[in-house]
């Protein structure tokens, strides 16, 4: 499977759509823009990779129910497996899974990292064991953990200190109460690129809390110790170095973008499409500028709403005389949140949700 770009799907992911995809590198794959669409529920074909390390060998997934996990910072800690998880409770959520660094292309400054557009996102339905009934069938969480662990089942080569690479992640305590153990993504079992047979999801998280192929689920008195956690996915100043003290990507912010039309458009009557998340919280509204965000018009929403974590996809049908457009959508939660016209600049380029630099310039034929 070739993309269009001419690059070849790496093997563990060939089974993917290379004709929606974009690949930036063996470990880095965007969804195209245009193939977002209307879509509710992205594709698993169609969904972005994002692997900090290798993804490990397909032998993890030959016998799913038989992977570990181990369960600390419980009354009851001990090791679990995916079959016996399965007995304990099972709950569907469907979550916007994005990388930190989606829309990094749109900052002006340089930035280091994968310079994704819009696609390193899609809108994904999981199905495991809430985090909530695990820890009730191990006597509850033990005292004075404030932080959720979960850590990544890479094998760390030797002779490297795990603390530098390994793929560990602490975020509040509280984010329990929505967390899942995940066996299915999109009706099917998880597959080994997204984190099979086990991934950690917490709904409204940032990309990189869901933790792949979970071995760990810890309670814990402090953040992970790696770096992952202590300098990497900070927000900071451009040109300051990553520290503890700053804020960490966690939770996800209000969002939208047009999937279409991206380039040029015939005279007439045009459906604007695109997709808006509510980061944490239930969207509003959307609206849609065709004039560069002079003047706004609402949106309709397509579909079910799946819930405060998931997206929507919307549709604006407008009147587009010949000559250029600049099309644009601001997403509003029902809390007051609305997308800004211009962000602040950060370090590596985390967390853009600016609409003016996710605006698209169409030509009406
Ligand atoms: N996990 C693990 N284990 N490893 C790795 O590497 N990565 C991160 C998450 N998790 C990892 C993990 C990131 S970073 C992201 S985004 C995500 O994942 C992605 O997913 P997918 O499935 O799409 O690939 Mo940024 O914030």
């Known amino acids: 499977a070739v993309a269009q770009d001419g690059k070849a799907l790496p093997d563990y992911v060939a089974w993917k759509d ?4 974009i690949v930036h590198s063996k470990q880095t794959l965007e969804t195209r823009r245009g193939a977002i669409g209307s879509g509710l529920v992205t594709p698993s074909e169609d969904l972005y990779i994002r692997n900090n390390l290798p993804a490990p060998s397909e032998e993890i997934v ?16 001990r090791a679990i497996t995916l079959g016996e998880l399965k007995t304990l409770g099972v709950e569907t959520v469907a979550c916007v899974l994005q990388c930190s660094g989606n829309g990094r292309a749109f900052f002006d400054h340089e930035t280091s990292g994968t310079q994704w ?8 339905v999981w199905t495991g064991v809430p985090v909530r009934d695990v820890v009730a069938a191990m006597g509850g969480v033990a005292d004075g953990m404030d932080w959720l662990t979960g850590t990544g089942g890479e094998e760390i080569p030797e002779g490297v200190p795990k603390e530098t690479i390994q793929v560990e992640r602490s975020v509040p305590k509280a984010a329990m109460e929505r967390a899942i153990l995940a066996w299915e993504m999109n009706g099917q079992p998880v597959p080994l690129a997204h984190g099979g047979p086990l991934r950690l999801v917490i709904p409204g998280y940032y990309g990189v809390n869901n933790v792949k192929y979970l071995k760990r689920l810890a309670f814990t008195e402090k953040e992970s110790p790696n770096k992952i956690q202590q300098t990497s996915y900070r927000v900071r100043p451009v040109g300051e170095k990553g520290a503890p003290s700053q804020p960490s990507m966690f939770e996800m912010n209000v969002k939208s973008w047009i999937t279409g039309p991206l380039e040029d458009a015939e005279t007439g009557k045009v459906q604007i499409h695109g997709v808006a998340m509510g980061g944490t919280e239930t969207l509003e509204k959307v609206e849609v500028s065709t004039d560069g965000g002079q003047s706004w018009n609402e949106a309709q929403f397509l579909g079910p709403d799946m819930g405060p974590y998931a997206w929507r996809p919307f549709v604006l049908i407008a009147d587009l005389g010949q000559g250029s457009h600049l099309l644009a959508s601001r997403a509003t939660t029902v809390g007051g949140q609305a997308q800004p016209e211009e962000v602040e600049p950060n370090e590596r380029g985390y967390g853009h949700n600016g609409w003016r630099a996710h605006a698209v310039d169409v030509t009406v034929l």
């Open 62 to 77: 030959a016998d799913r129910d038989a992977w570990e996990v181990n369960v600390e910072g419980v009354a009851e800690p």
């Open 117 to 124: 557009s819009v696609g390193a996102a899609g809108n994904v």
């Open 18 to 21: 290379a004709d929606d995809l």
